[in-house]
């Protein structure tokens, strides 16, 4: 599990270093910061992933497009480039980027990487003549004097998931993808019914079982979905001459299967998340952000707990969120005993003027107890209906 993320002159983050736990609620004012927290770990994820042999973070690619440097480099602070770090508890691992051409790099050139573990220290420079080549971000000198790790930190870095906030709606049918190595639902959503026709009968991750239900995905993750939308069935079929998937819903058991056009928004936007979660190995991490989309107050609490327990699971879960009821989602879930309330953080994103009246993030911590109690509540957090009814009974 990554233990700490770092970021420097990112965007309007300035120099961000926070904790991050088995769940990592991100929640503010808009334009605050918490995306670009989200979009410096879909940097790496997409760089792993799309670029096997990069040299250069890939600032536009499938999670995120941020275009050029000039426009991720934090502009209070200036400078050619920007660093991620990120850590756990056996090891760490710094990214520098610069560029020379900030208006028109449309990647993040890496210019070094720092190493540290108990066993092995490795400084990359790309002005050392002996430098070794990157493979999925990590000098592959690694790989000769430690194959073992050097594998572990490419599947950790590499298999990142990310679901933006911006998912794919009802369709009548899907792509079928190329086969995944691993279960992918994609940054929209949009592979998601292919992951659960290929993924059907593979086994999952036997701390989001259910009683009752064969521990297989797509049986799972229908039965996460019956309990936020009673009745939820599904049917996948593939169309092999075109190369596509087409999926029915139902929410009651004796009924017909409707296409997803019929059924709501709110079920298309939920289903990635599940299905995500349920077919995920533990210690993956997940990014999410906006989990609360289309869906009522009592829905939008429900995900808040089904996220908990996923993470207490053993997933790891960065969720970036708008939405009280799914903070009070997870509330519930601590007060319930389903998630160690150690292992939550949350943070609060405020913009404050800097140097120069630039907008900077100021991200103020918020402490959570064993009966999913908040230990300080900062201004602005979650106190909007509070404000509102204030107004409206004004005598």
Not at 137 to 163: E, N, Y
Not at 302 to 328: C, K, P, R, W, Y
């Amino acid at each position: 599990m990554f233990t700490e993320l770092g970021i420097e002159s990112f965007k309007c983050l300035g120099t961000f270093r926070r904790k991050l736990g088995g769940l990592t609620l991100l929640t503010g004012h808009n334009a605050a910061g918490k995306s670009s927290v989200v979009q410096s770990l879909a940097v790496l994820r997409q760089t792993a992933q799309e670029s096997e042999w990069s040299q250069s973070l890939l600032l536009n690619g499938t999670s995120v497009t941020l275009g050029t440097m000039f426009d991720v480099i934090d502009r209070g602070v200036g400078g050619q480039g920007f660093a991620i770090d990120l850590a756990t508890k056996e090891w760490r691992i710094l990214w520098e980027t610069r560029s020379k051409e900030r208006t028109t790099d449309l990647v993040a050139p890496i210019s070094r990487i720092e190493f540290r573990s108990g066993r092995h220290t490795i400084d990359w420079s790309v002005e050392d003549p002996k430098r070794s080549a990157l493979q999925r971000l990590m000098p592959d000198v690694l790989s000769r004097v430690d194959p073992d790790l050097f594998q572990a930190i490419q599947f950790k870095v590499g298999s990142i998931a990310h679901i933006g906030a911006e998912r794919l709606g009802p369709r009548d049918v899907y792509a079928a993808q190329t086969p995944l190595v691993y279960p992918e639902v994609g940054t929209q959503g949009e592979k998601t019914p292919w992951c659960l026709e290929q993924f059907a009968d593979s086994s999952i991750n036997p701390s989001l079982a259910l009683p009752g239900v064969p521990e297989f995905v797509r049986l799972t993750v229908q039965a996460w979905m019956a309990q936020m939308f009673p009745g939820f069935q599904m049917e996948i079929r593939r169309v092999d001459a075109a190369n596509l998937v087409s999926m029915g819903i139902r929410t009651s058991p004796g009924g017909d299967f409707f296409r997803p056009s019929n059924v709501g928004f709110g079920l298309t936007h939920v289903l990635p998340i599940v299905t995500a979660c349920v077919s995920a190995l533990p210690g993956r991490l997940l990014l999410i952000e906006n989990p609360e989309t289309h869906l009522h107050p009592a829905g939008q609490s429900q995900i808040g707990h089904f996220l908990a327990v996923a993470a207490a699971a053993g997933l790891q879960l960065v969720v970036e969120t708008h939405s009280d009821h799914v903070l009070n989602g997870v509330r519930r879930a601590v007060r319930d005993g389903k998630m160690p309330f150690e292992e939550i953080q949350i943070y609060f994103f405020r913009s404050e003027a800097g140097e120069a009246n630039a907008m900077r993030s100021a991200i103020d911590p918020v402490a959570i107890d064993a009966k999913g109690q908040l230990a300080g509540w900062p201004h602005g957090f979650f106190d909007q209906m509070e404000a509102d009814l204030d107004y409206i009974f004004r005598e």
